[in-house]
């Protein structure tokens, strides 16, 4: 055949790349040193949940009344809450129900809405139709009262409480995945998957999905936060989180009337929060950028 | 000479160096002229224009030479606000998308209206008289009416004209039109060309026409500048281009369109792609797809060269002053 | 000669729902009662303005819109109504090359995978056979192997346009829809592709229905060609008699309307008035009679048919 191929001498000859995507990924990851941050202090956080009650300097549950707010002194390096518990060693329990709750709750909520809102996109019409409404029914609740009501039908506890929260998050989730499968799906790539002879769920998954990861995995990292000070709501309500078991968000509530006399009772649990999330944006960012072939080297 | 460019060079900073998008064009246009650019993605002719309205993004763009001479004076001398006063007055632009081009908030009315209440101190009710003069002058049925549209109301061929109802609307001595017919399907585009042909002579204004469409250039131009990655490499009136082109890269482009009047087997073929901006090959920069390209192409860059009355960038040109090639 | 494909009264009408409760509904006409037919090895070209139909014909061509009528009959077998297992196999046979190098390729995948995915979900190899294919296709269309672990971002518009091929040849297609392959590319690149969808043509004997609205690319790839107005097939015929002798007024003030790259030729153009009318609301009669010079009375009424006026050339005008 009299092809002529000699109009692709322009590339240069690379060497032939066979490495797996995702060590592509990772590869990519490892370069981002914000992400490299983020994740080392995931892990560390991790490892305080695992084997923090050997760092513990007392028991967080149990407080000596007189020594009650009591600013950051060698004793209490961060203080004691108002019940005289030692602060620092309240918020290293407190770490393993944080980070379960933080990311139990965003990983159900982010999974249903990506069920949901990929079909909705994806199909549009009826189910679009049907799902949405469903959606907008549950945002037209304040997210804490329908979490109330969930949990009073579910029952009490942390497990309850962390259902409870991913299913009033559910339609935050949808609604950005469904935008985002909207504006691609009319891509000629999605065109073209269906022509060679793809099923929807393929179309779907491989096709639309990964392209519209980005505003979604932003999203989720947030989402952390809020599932965190909610479930901690919850708890304040005497709903989720059980006292005297500690927990950042509870702390943080537990602590506001003392706001003026003692802030750091509402300081250190707010800072573990907010290290928490950040954590968990920055390494959500770098894995945002390593999964766009377009930013990688 | 109505402008004149001299040495203009355009470069953007981008991820991973320099790119000289405009690297030393010359060209003039005098009144009542119509001037065309052309040239593929990457030639440099839109930046070109660009730069000539002041109008490159800085950062990352900036004009680092070069001077744009508008009646003598250089518009790169000028401040913020007397190119303000210049652009849309005495040189204004109409642009590819006419979708994208007008304001969908304002009525076509308003949006006409605007350059003529800051230019030309109209009163609201004046210049809304004098859109729908405008608006009638590119030949909009029933414009009293029109003038209160809003775009998306218009076609795509109608909110074309609009952009030149409003390109026009001060009088310009100069309109510069980027690819002004590529988004209009075939027959549009034959209305458009020919409006602009016709206002072209009714109002003097000279044109300078950004293109990639060598059949468009035949038809409207009266002289041809034709860029490759971001210098001039050839000149010439369009019969001089299309009868006789000198450089291999005008030659290639004219064989490689396929024709209606004619028939071939097989297209003619520029072999290759344009080279990386960020990774310009040493010698001419049309060296590797050149089916005329010598040793010396490769290694050293060729200059604009006096032939035949002409400018050719090629170093078949340099050692032949005259005669034959 | 025989017909690879045949179009029956093939319509395509788009709902728009306007109201309180979607309650009133009108209809789009993109495809109005169209009928033609493709022979075996030839290449079918099909132009027109924006809106006039034809790209909507070429996607349910591949079964990538479903018909509000008519029928597409593929060896004979009608495809609109197949399902299932079915309406897989047959996809095969027809694949589609579209207009966009930029959006038509799936920006997360590598070029290797874009091609390989075809013959992995037909199981037309398995394994190493797979790679080997993938191969032997970037060769055809003269990619290089090295290329094969790239995504679409790292190519330029005419490299991609070849990705896009050898998606559509992977499967061994018989007929393939180019759908403006070249509109969006480089003069110069625009050769390259067009020669290179001619050494496949030959090669792998295919058959093109080539869409596109740059008449002098239609008339240098097609054998016949045919013309769409508003959702209607105007006329067709073999290109040359097409191109030589227009019959239609719409043709021939599409083909005056070519900008010839000549200076020295100065035609007389014909200018059409006005625009396109909306195909929601199409003019009764003849639908081009808003801008037609030679409007009679008939052409307001009456709308005409395809009428055969010999040596293959059909045109729906009452002049004829």
């Known amino acids: 055949m009299e092809l002529n191929r000699e109009e692709n001498v322009m590339l240069e000859g690379g060497v032939e790349k066979t490495s797996s995507p995702w060590r592509n990924i990772w590869s990519e990851l490892?370069?981002?040193?914000?992400?490299?941050?983020?994740?080392?202090?995931?892990?560390?956080?991790?490892?305080?949940?695992?084997?923090?009650?050997?760092?513990?300097?007392?028991?967080?549950?149990?407080?000596?009344?007189?020594?009650?707010?009591?600013?950051?002194?060698?004793?209490?390096?961060?203080?004691?809450?108002?019940?005289?518990?030692?602060?620092?060693?309240?918020?290293?329990?407190?770490?393993?129900?944080?980070?379960?709750?933080?990311?139990?709750?965003?990983?159900?909520?982010?999974?249903?809405?990506?069920?949901?809102?990929?079909?909705?996109?994806?199909?549009?019409?009826?189910?679009?139709?049907?799902?949405?409404?469903?959606?907008?029914?549950?945002?037209?609740?304040?997210?804490?009262?329908?979490?109330?009501?969930?949990?009073?039908?579910?029952?009490?506890?942390?497990?309850?409480?962390?259902?409870?929260?991913?299913?009033?998050?559910?339609?935050?989730?949808?609604?950005?995945?469904?935008?985002?499968?909207?504006?691609?799906?009319?891509?000629?790539?999605?065109?073209?998957?269906?022509?060679?002879?793809?099923?929807?769920?393929?179309?779907?998954?491989?096709?639309?999905?990964?392209?519209?990861?980005?505003?979604?995995?932003?999203r989720a990292t947030l989402g952390i936060s809020t599932a965190i000070l909610e479930t901690s709501a919850l708890g304040f309500l005497g709903l989720g989180i059980q006292p005297p078991q500690a927990e950042w968000g509870s702390m943080l509530g537990a602590g506001r009337g003392y706001f003026y006399n003692a802030p750091h009772i509402v300081l250190f649990p707010g800072i573990a929060i907010t290290i928490t999330v950040l954590a968990f944006n920055l390494f959500g960012d770098g894995l945002r950028d390593a999964l766009d072939p377009k930013l990688r080297k | 000479m109505l402008l004149q460019v001299k040495n203009l060079k355009t470069q953007f900073k981008v991820k991973g160096g320099v790119v000289n998008a405009v690297d030393g064009v010359d060209f003039e246009i005098d009144r009542g002229e119509v001037v065309s650019i052309v040239g593929e993605s990457g030639s440099g002719k839109s930046v070109t224009s660009l730069s000539i309205m002041g109008l490159i993004p800085n950062p990352p763009g900036k004009v680092i030479d070069g001077e744009i001479l508008f009646k003598g004076e250089d518009l790169l001398k000028k401040t913020k606000k007397e190119l303000q006063n210049i652009r849309g007055n005495e040189i204004s632009m109409i642009f590819q998308e006419p979708m994208t081009s007008l304001n969908p908030v304002f009525t076509i009315g308003k949006q006409i209206s605007e350059a003529l209440i800051k230019h030309k101190n109209m009163s609201r009710e004046e210049a809304l008289k004098k859109s729908i003069e405008m608006l009638e002058l590119v030949g909009i049925p029933s414009p009293e009416k029109r003038v209160k549209d809003y775009p998306h109301q218009l076609s795509g061929g109608m909110r074309q004209r609009v952009m030149i109802a409003m390109a026009l609307a001060c009088g310009p001595e100069l309109l510069i039109a980027d690819e002004p017919t590529t988004a209009l399907d075939v027959t549009i585009q034959a209305q458009i060309l020919d409006l602009m042909l016709k206002l072209k002579d009714k109002l003097g204004t000279s044109i300078l026409l950004i293109t990639h469409d060598l059949g468009v250039v035949a038809e409207v131009s009266d002289r041809v500048v034709v860029m490759y990655c971001g210098k001039v490499v050839e000149k010439g009136t369009v019969m001089e281009i299309f009868e006789r082109p000198l450089h291999p890269y005008t030659e290639g482009l004219l064989l490689s369109i396929p024709r209606v009047d004619e028939k071939h087997d097989k297209l003619f073929m520029i072999p290759g792609v344009v080279p990386n901006p960020l990774n310009m090959p040493k010698g001419c920069a049309f060296a590797d797809r050149c089916h005329r390209c010598e040793e010396i192409c490769k290694k050293e860059v060729p200059p604009l060269v006096e032939y035949e009355g002409r400018q050719v960038r090629c170093f078949r040109y340099l050692n032949h002053k005259e005669g034959k090639v | 000669m025989e017909a690879l494909l045949e179009v029956v009264n093939l319509k395509k009408y788009f709902p728009v729902e306007s109201g309180f409760l979607k309650k009133s509904v009108e209809y789009v006409k993109a495809v109005d009662d169209v009928s033609f037919k493709i022979y075996r090895g030839?290449?079918?070209?099909?132009?027109?303005?924006?809106?006039?139909?034809?790209?909507?014909?070429?996607?349910?061509?591949?079964?990538?819109?479903?018909?509000?009528?008519?029928?597409?009959?593929?060896?004979?077998?009608?495809?609109?109504?197949?399902?299932?297992?079915?309406?897989?196999?047959?996809?095969?046979?027809?694949?589609?090359?579209?207009?966009?190098?930029?959006?038509?390729?799936?920006?997360?995948?590598?070029?290797?995978?874009?091609?390989?995915?075809?013959?992995?979900?037909?199981?037309?190899?398995?394994?190493?056979?797979?790679?080997?294919?993938?191969?032997?296709?970037?060769?055809?269309?003269?990619?290089?192997?090295?290329?094969?672990?790239?995504?679409?971002?790292?190519?330029?518009?005419?490299?991609?346009?070849?990705?896009?091929?050898?998606?559509?040849?992977?499967?061994?297609?018989?007929?393939?829809?180019?759908?403006?392959?070249?509109?969006?590319?480089?003069?110069?690149?625009?050769?390259?592709?067009?020669?290179?969808?001619?050494?496949?043509?030959?090669?792998?004997?295919?058959?093109?229905?080539?869409?596109?609205?740059?008449?002098?690319?239609?008339?240098?790839?097609?054998?016949?060609?045919?013309?769409?107005?508003?959702?209607?097939?105007?006329?067709?015929?073999?290109?040359?008699?097409?191109?030589?002798?227009?019959?239609?007024?719409?043709?021939?003030?599409?083909?005056?309307?070519?900008?010839?790259?000549?200076?020295?030729?100065?035609?007389?153009?014909?200018?059409?008035?006005?625009?396109?009318?909306?195909?929601?609301?199409?003019?009764?009669?003849?639908?081009?009679?808003?801008?037609?010079?030679?409007?009679?009375?008939?052409?307001?009424?009456?709308?005409?048919?395809?009428?055969?006026?010999?040596?293959?050339?059909?045109?729906?005008?009452?002049?004829?």
């Open chain 1, 30 to 218: 490892v370069k981002n040193k914000a992400a490299m941050v983020g994740l080392s202090i995931i892990v560390i956080l991790i490892l305080i949940a695992l084997f923090g009650k050997y760092l513990m300097p007392y028991d967080p549950n149990t407080g000596v009344l007189a020594e009650s707010l009591q600013k950051p002194s060698s004793a209490h390096i961060f203080g004691t809450d108002e019940q005289g518990r030692d602060i620092f060693s309240r918020i290293i329990d407190g770490t393993k129900i944080s980070l379960r709750v933080g990311i139990t709750a965003v990983a159900i909520a982010l999974t249903a809405g990506i069920i949901f809102g990929s079909f909705a996109g994806y199909y549009g019409g009826k189910i679009d139709m049907y799902i949405m409404r469903l959606m907008d029914i549950i945002l037209a609740f304040p997210s804490l009262l329908l979490a109330i009501a969930f949990m009073s039908a579910l029952g009490k506890g942390i497990d309850k409480a962390i259902i409870a929260i991913s299913i009033v998050t559910i339609p935050e989730y949808a609604r950005i995945v469904r935008g985002s499968i909207l504006s691609v799906k009319e891509n000629e790539y999605v065109q073209a998957a269906k022509a060679i002879g793809n099923n929807d769920m393929g179309i779907i998954f491989k096709h639309i999905l990964p392209n519209v990861m980005s505003p979604i995995i932003v």
């Open chain 3, 42 to 320: 030839e290449t079918l070209g099909l132009v027109g303005e924006s809106g006039c139909g034809k790209s909507t014909t070429g996607r349910m061509l591949v079964n990538l819109l479903k018909p509000t009528s008519g029928e597409v009959r593929f060896e004979g077998k009608d495809i609109t109504k197949l399902k299932g297992a079915e309406e897989r196999e047959f996809r095969k046979n027809i694949q589609i090359i579209f207009q966009d190098p930029y959006a038509s390729l799936n920006p997360r995948m590598t070029v290797g995978d874009i091609i390989a995915e075809p013959i992995k979900i037909n199981r037309l190899a398995k394994g190493e056979e797979v790679e080997k294919r993938v191969l032997k296709l970037l060769e055809y269309v003269g990619l290089a192997s090295y290329h094969r672990n790239r995504y679409p971002h790292e190519f330029s518009g005419g490299q991609r346009q070849r990705v896009g091929i050898a998606r559509a040849l992977a499967v061994n297609p018989k007929l393939i829809v180019c759908d403006e392959p070249v509109s969006a590319l480089d003069v110069s690149i625009q050769a390259q592709v067009l020669n290179l969808l001619d050494d496949l043509q030959k090669e792998f004997k295919l058959t093109y229905l080539f869409i596109a609205h740059g008449l002098n690319v239609v008339k240098h790839v097609s054998d016949r060609v045919g013309v769409m107005y508003l959702g209607k097939l105007v006329e067709i015929g073999d290109a040359d008699s097409l191109y030589d002798n227009p019959l239609h007024p719409y043709t021939k003030a599409l083909l005056s309307a070519i900008p010839v790259p000549d200076p020295a030729k100065k035609r007389e153009r014909i200018i059409l008035s006005g625009d396109v009318p909306s195909p929601l609301n199409p003019p009764e009669g003849c639908r081009f009679h808003t801008r037609c010079q030679s409007c009679m009375e008939i052409c307001k009424k009456k709308e005409p048919e395809l009428k055969d006026v010999g040596q293959n050339h059909r045109v729906a005008c009452h002049l004829y």
